[in-house]
């Protein structure tokens, strides 16, 4: 079940360790014993990797017993991760011991420095796991998990249009187009809040690659044309939500008619109704795919039980078999962070709505276009910063 379904009513809308390169200094921290009685583990979700990743954490709580008394899931919006946790440590306490998060939540912590570092300190529980990832997924690990967030779930996101073609007769194919269109349909293009959306943040990150910016990479000195760009069409969007689904509810019932999408949030509304399956997709001429993933991330400070536990589950849910239910219902299609998770091994139902509500077009536009790296964490934080303040601050109101 997907981030969308989970959190909308269906009925009303719906290497081993010495290929490890990460960094660190100083002796490797042992890694802790399992308890000799079963613990409590909390995990919070801000970003919707509960969808995918669910029951692979319930089908280790039902084969060790012995280790886990319960798994309590909790959900947030990212937004408020960092200061969450940033409190109960100041407090004392360590009430959540996993943290499940994409690009946003990991950069907010590692700002505030409220993660445990995994690698290569506790390496040991993940063997060969640089040859196991995907590519694209181990460069996400190593250059935004910086050995403090390990990638769960891996997709090349987009920057993606996604359009109604009997509401779209001319369909842009450049930036340019994009915002002509924009200005001549107004308030019909929309795109969440990037702090908090997937798409969002995708979008602004996708941008530099499109617009020929100075440097991709660096969002105060090389991104003049982008932040321009932005503020221009920014002009003809009535507002800007707080999340991703909500873009998908409104350009589901016609309020909008271009909005800024990904494989997985192209796929998954469609197949849960929320979007006409008829909606087609679009990329604009100088496309770059930026990657996304979903993190595991550990807060600093849970005791050694939970801590031994929490590097288990980790370890079990990147398995091939646990992996697989990663497709989901093309949420973060594909979604396997690890190699050699083909569909076959995922659940029926995913095999299904893959092959009615995916694009057979994917498999060209991921082989034959550039998959870039997002901004590392602390650039992201910045970019995030001043997205809010050039550009949804200056929206008409």
């Known amino acids: ?40 583990i909390n995990i919070i979700d801000v970003g919707g990797a509960l969808a995918l990743m669910q029951q692979a954490f319930d089908d280790y709580r039902s084969a060790n017993p012995k280790l886990v008394s319960r798994i309590t899931y909790v959900k947030a919006p990212a937004p408020e ?35 445990l570092k995994i690698f290569p300190d506790f390496a040991e529980k993940f063997p060969n796991i640089e040859q196991n990832y995907e590519p694209a997924a181990l460069n996400l690990h190593k250059a935004q998990g910086a050995g403090f967030g390990t990638v769960v779930n891996y997709y090349p996101s987009g920057p993606l249009l996604e359009y109604m073609p009997e509401r779209v007769k001319q369909v842009p194919t450049t930036a340019e187009e994009l915002l002509a269109w924009a200005k001549a349909n107004p308030n019909k293009f929309m795109y969440a809040r990037p702090t908090n959306s997937g798409p969002g943040r995708t979008f602004m990150m996708g941008l530099p690659y499109i617009l020929g910016d100075k440097d991709p990479q660096d969002p105060v000195n ?12 920014g002009e003809h969007i009535e507002y800007y939500p707080a999340g991703t689904g909500a873009t998908m509810k409104e350009f589901g019932d016609g309020s909008r008619d271009i909005i800024i999408s990904t494989t997985g949030w192209d796929i998954n509304p469609r197949a849960l109704g929320i979007v006409p399956k008829e909606a087609k997709i679009q990329t604009l001429k100088g496309f770059h795919w930026v990657s996304d993933a979903f993190f595991m991330c550990v807060p600093k400070g849970i005791p050694n039980d939970r801590l031994a536990v929490v590097l288990d589950i980790m370890a079990h849910v990147l398995t091939p078999k646990m992996q697989a239910y990663s497709y989901d219902e093309g949420y973060l299609y594909p979604g396997p962070a690890v190699k050699d998770v083909p569909l076959s091994l995922a659940p029926k139902r995913s095999q299904e709505v893959i092959a009615e509500f995916g694009r057979p077009e994917y498999a060209d536009l991921i082989a034959k276009n550039p998959i870039e790296l997002p901004l590392k964490p602390d650039k992201m934080v910045v970019a995030f910063r001043k997205w809010d303040e050039l550009v949804g601050a200056k929206r008409k109101r």
Request: aromatic fraction near 6%; charge should be negative; glycine fraction near 14%.
């Open 81 to 115: 991760l960092a200061s969450k946790i940033k409190a109960q440590q100041d407090a004392g306490r360590a009430d959540l011991d996993l943290v499940l998060t994409g690009s946003d939540g990991l950069a907010a912590g590692l700002e505030q420095n409220l993660w």
């Open 222 to 233: 090389g991104w003049d044309k982008t932040w321009a760009y932005l503020q221009e069409i």
């Open 1 to 40: 079940m997907s981030e969308f379904s989970k959190g909308v009513d269906r009925r009303t809308v719906l290497g081993g360790l010495g290929a490890l390169t990460l960094g660190g200094s100083g002796a490797l921290a042992a890694v802790p014993a399992l308890p000799s009685a079963p613990v409590g």
